[in-house]
């Protein structure tokens, strides 16, 4: 599993390290069970805290989406059914940020969504 | 009573680990390779300066004309009371060795290493006094090996002229008798106490000032001045009290080579130099176990001033 | 840009720890100058605390207090529960320092020898690591300190901090001279030593966009005075960036009931960094008839700036 963190991101560090564990489990990178790398391990390839890696697992775990094992390491919560879970939290995620983008950029919701149908039927784009 | 046992105890992780200081004779060994290898490139150069004075030395003995150029009319046997100056100046200017690289005024790496700052001083002082040491022994053997080889021997013995009654000099004129002499065996330790006492207090000004040439010429400047002064004065008390101090660190140094000397007029003309007195042990070991005391309260004092910076 | 001539105040409370370094009062003066003014720093245990300020705010002289390099005027210290006045030794021995400046102090020694003298110094000191230190910064054991590039002896300086696996570590801007490479080099092998070791980091900096991944505390640092301190949570909660459109002929003379730091001017809008519970401030700022259309977070980089730069200004 690769996880990435955007320099320019305006989300904190721990949300983006949480939503990427959730793309992987939408896009089947890893799956239920499987284990995510050691937070010293994570902390240290990305260059954060190691505590803001602990929040991000201590936070998904609240979501049920991962198991923290003491002495173990992290794993994805046993049964997780991703469409379930990080699916749709992914999803308002994207939507959330696009509308934020929007409302900076001084467009209204039905602007967005126009433009967003739009080229969704372009199929140069959808490719 | 106990204090209840639920006072707020600090977080287990971060309990501080055993402090652990490093041993005292650690920090000198180390110290001891430290100065070694700041010193290491003048010390072989000095020692292959001694090196080519002794061969030049045998050499000149071997070819008797050049020879006698070079050593010329003087009696090539060795006398340790004319090398005290030379150890004085070695041992006043080896601090800024043994300190190459540190600047006790400023973030030097001595003071942000585990060990109390008075107390790593000392160890550097110390580690620096042994060095110094050998650099005097290593002077001292290659002097010795040149007067050999130049066919000298060590210690000199001759007839000393001394002045009979040198408390009523020169009021009724000098008489002068003569008295053998042969170079007593404290002699020999001469260049390495003075040398000491120099380089302890050398060290106390370089770690106890922060400008410390600045200093070294202020006291200079000072100890003309008020000898001068002294001199002017005529008051006897202060004159005696500045001849006797002069006089005892020159009987430290030389055990009176300078100051036990003076030139008197022959009655029948020209001038001959005599003893008013002769050295003694006593009084040798006497000036040095005082000014190796002072030495070692300046160097104390010095070290203080970096106890609370 | 202007600043509100109002006097701003943030929080510099960081609770009652417990805190591997707290500051009270501490006044240092060089000659007549006062170098530190009394800040009152606190460094929570396990935080990764960076310092920022413009050169000459005082950063340096507050972590040679804190190794007993220098002694304080006024205030107290407190360094792992000890006073770096009384047992200066004893929290050096607990420390990894990173002076200010790249001198490694003896050029004559090689770089092996330098960490052969250190590692006699320090009982902690851990070999193993050491080397590994030496492989991952490429340092060459036999080259002499003197000839040495300025971002060589900067890893130097690194290595000997940390090889001795020290429960505090004093950065005086450690990436500097560091290429791009060898800085994340050094963010990666910092961010190994916390999670293998409970560390405490105090680092100053003015270049934090360098560690900010690695940072969760603050403090701002002006001309010897604490400008504020704060948890990076704390500053994503309430440490905001307010986009608002304002009318053309919008007052900016007007109070603003808000810790305003910063406040950028167009035409007809108005960028506002301020501090503050994000409703409480977009209420003010929609009472001077601004319209607030975005509220977005500050990096720490961002927010010295605005901090710093308000300083300047008022």
């Known amino acids: ?127 | 009573m106990n204090p209840p046992a639920a006072a707020p105890a600090k977080a287990s992780a971060f309990a501080q680990p055993p402090t652990r200081l490093p041993a005292l004779g650690v920090v000198f060994t180390e110290q001891i390779r430290t100065v070694g290898l700041a010193v290491r490139r003048e010390g072989l150069l000095f020692l292959a300066a001694m090196v080519a004075f002794v061969i030049a030395v045998a050499a000149a003995a071997m070819v008797p004309s050049i020879g006698s150029e070079l050593i010329g009319e003087l009696p090539p046997n060795l006398n340790p009371e004319e090398l005290g100056m030379l150890a004085a100046l070695v041992g006043l200017a080896f601090p800024l060795a043994v300190w190459k690289g540190e600047r006790p005024w400023g973030d030097t790496t001595l003071w942000t290493l585990p060990v109390p700052h008075a107390r790593h001083a000392l160890a550097k002082i110390a580690a620096g006094w042994l060095w110094l040491i050998g650099v005097l022994a290593v002077g001292m053997l290659a002097f010795c090996g040149a007067a050999l080889l130049a066919g000298g021997e060590l210690g000199i013995e001759v007839t000393r002229p001394v002045l009979a009654n040198p408390e009523v000099f020169p009021s009724t004129g000098p008489e002068v008798v003569s008295v053998p002499w042969s170079t007593p065996g404290y002699q020999w330790l001469m260049p390495f106490t003075g040398g000491s006492v120099m380089y302890l207090f050398g060290s106390a000004l370089w770690v106890g000032t922060r400008h410390p040439l600045r200093w070294a010429l202020v006291v200079w400047l000072t100890g003309l001045f008020l000898a001068g002064f002294f001199d002017l004065t005529q008051v006897e008390p202060i004159e005696r009290f500045a001849e006797d101090g002069i006089q005892g660190f020159d009987t430290m140094l030389t055990s009176g080579y300078e100051t036990l000397r003076t030139g008197i007029r022959r009655p029948e003309g020209g001038w001959i130099i005599a003893w008013t007195a002769l050295p003694t042990l006593g009084s040798w070991a006497t000036a040095t176990v005082f000014w190796i005391l002072a030495g070692l309260v300046a160097v104390l004092a010095a070290v203080r001033r970096h106890r609370r910076r | 840009m202007t600043a509100p001539a109002t006097t701003l105040r943030l929080p510099t409370d960081l609770g009652t720890g417990p805190h591997a370094v707290a500051a009270r009062g501490v006044v240092k003066h060089f000659g007549p100058i006062a170098a530190l003014d009394g800040p009152d720093l606190q460094v929570p245990e396990g935080s990764v605390y960076v310092l920022v300020g413009p050169n000459g705010a005082g950063k340096s002289t507050l972590l040679r207090l804190l190794m007993g390099l220098l002694s304080r005027d006024e205030g107290t210290l407190d360094v792992l529960g000890a006073d770096p006045h009384e047992e200066g030794s004893a929290i050096r021995a607990a420390v990894g320092y990173v002076p200010e400046g790249q001198d490694l102090g003896y050029p004559w020694m090689t770089v092996g020898r330098l960490l052969e003298h250190h590692r006699a110094y320090f009982g902690t000191w851990d070999a193993a690591y050491a080397r590994r230190l030496v492989h991952e910064f490429d340092v060459d054991l036999a080259r002499s300190c003197r000839a040495l590039s300025k971002g060589e002896r900067r890893r130097v300086q690194l290595i000997l901090a940390l090889a001795h696996r020290p429960p505090l570590l004093l950065l005086d801007e450690p990436t500097d001279g560091l290429d791009h490479v060898v800085r994340d080099t050094a963010l990666a092998l910092l961010s190994e030593h916390l999670s293998d070791r409970p560390t405490t980091v105090l680092m100053s900096t003015h270049r934090v966009y360098e560690v900010e991944r690695l940072v969760d505390t603050v403090g701002v640092l002006s001309e010897g005075r604490l400008l504020g301190q704060f948890t990076r949570a704390a500053m994503n909660e309430r440490l905001l960036r307010y986009w608002t459109d304002v009318p053309t002929e919008w007052d900016e003379s007007q109070p603003v009931d808000a810790e305003v730091i910063r406040r950028t001017r167009g035409r007809r809008e108005v960028e506002w960094v301020a501090w503050g519970p994000r409703e409480e401030v977009s209420a003010a700022l929609e009472r001077t008839g601004a319209e607030v259309r975005d509220v977005t977070p500050v990096s720490i980089d961002d927010a010295a700036t605005a901090l710093l730069s308000r300083r300047e200004v008022s």
């Open chain 1, 1 to 127: 599993m690769r996880i990435r963190l955007q320099p320019s991101d305006s989300r904190p560090l721990y949300v983006q390290i949480m939503d990427e564990v959730r793309s992987a489990l939408v896009r089947g990178t890893v799956g239920p069970d499987d284990p995510l790398p050691s937070v010293r391990e994570l902390a240290s390839g990305l260059r954060v805290n190691p505590r803001t890696v602990s929040q991000a697992y201590a936070e998904l775990e609240r979501d049920g989406v991962v198991r923290v094992q003491p002495g173990r390491g992290t794993f994805v919560a046993p049964g997780l059914r991703p469409d379930h879970e990080a699916r749709p939290h992914l999803a308002r995620e994207v939507a959330r940020r696009a509308l934020a983008d929007a409302s900076r950029n001084g467009l209204v919701l039905d602007e967005l969504m126009a433009a967003l149908q739009e080229l969704a039927d372009d199929p140069e784009v959808t490719s």
